[in-house]
């Protein structure tokens, strides 16, 4: 089934322009947001908490802009299943590789932090012909073997690198001949364990854990740390620009960097909401106490 599903409807569908395919998109907005209100509760409460002095109609504002780009975000996925590397570096083009490119000259490694802002899912294609480092991913596997695999080829065609979570701790232990520029996404809800090192903070006015798996890393091997901020030109259409968050991750206090990154991406949500991922439950745990 999961084959077939493949084979008549997502490759079919990849090969076409995103033209074509963005009618598709205003469809399966109309169709979650009004027919099935798709998460609405949950997507309108984070907004409405991230931003106390909303008024009611700006919340609905924003969750609409939101439910549109999710719903672009959708097709856009679709379409990287048959993208050429030409047309992802076209529309996610990074504009200050330099920042980067520097570590790659001294021959250092380099931990990358990102979110699920924008378009993540285009950086797996974009990046690789853009840096000088070898472009490696944390990645999760599904549940379905079949798309774990296909999702898997689809984006390491370019040259990425997928590092599943069991490989991670022995990953900067490898010899490898160019320096690796391992990413990081950052802001999902960790699992929530009472006896993990787990990092709370204030993120969008609200009291907020996470899991800071990229600055045990950079401190561990004392690798720079770099911010990845995607931001959407128009519909389809995305650039990076780099931050740097630290060179020298060793000189910072615990939880310094993890505070550092999520303060990067707090400014791009509150400069243009719409783009963050609203309907992930982020705020699902509360500190004890």
């Known amino acids: 089934m999961n084959r077939i599903f493949y084979h008549l409807l997502i490759r079919p569908l990849s ?3 995103l033209s074509l395919l963005y009618p598709f998109s205003t469809g399966i907005y109309y169709l979650i947001y009004y027919l099935l209100g798709y998460r609405r509760k949950v997507v309108e409460h984070n907004i409405r908490n991230s931003f106390p002095d909303y008024p009611a109609e700006e919340v609905t504002r924003v969750a609409k802009l939101f439910y549109r780009h999710l719903c672009d975000l959708v097709v856009e996925s679709i379409r990287m299943f048959g993208m050429s590397e030409a047309e992802a570096i076209r529309r ?21 932090v990102g979110s699920h802002y924008g378009n993540w899912e285009i950086t797996s294609i974009s990046f690789p012909s853009q840096f000088k480092h070898q472009i490696s991913s944390i990645f999760s596997k599904l549940k379905n073997a079949y798309f774990t695999r296909k999702i898997t080829n689809s984006r390491e065609r370019y040259g990425s690198e997928l590092i599943t979570k069991d490989k991670l701790p022995q990953y900067f232990e490898l010899a490898r001949p160019r320096p690796v520029a391992l990413g990081f996404i950052a802001d999902q809800s960790p699992n929530y364990n009472k006896n993990k090192n787990l990092y709370w903070t204030t993120f969008l006015n609200q009291e907020t854990v996470t899991a800071p798996g990229a600055e045990r890393y950079a401190q561990k091997y004392n690798l720079p740390v770099v911010y990845v901020q995607i931001l959407k030109q128009r519909r389809g259409y995305y650039e990076i620009e780099l931050e740097l968050v630290t060179d020298d991750p060793r000189s910072l206090a615990p939880g310094e960097i993890t505070d550092l990154h999520l303060r990067c991406l707090e400014r791009l949500i509150v400069r243009e909401p719409q783009y963050w991922l609203w309907s992930h ?8 106490g």
């Open 281 to 288: 439950r982020r705020w699902k745990h509360q500190r004890e």
């Open 15 to 17: 090969l076409l322009p």
């Open 92 to 112: 996610c083009r990074v504009r200050n590789p330099e920042i980067m490119d520097q570590f790659f000259d001294q021959h250092k490694n380099v931990v990358i």
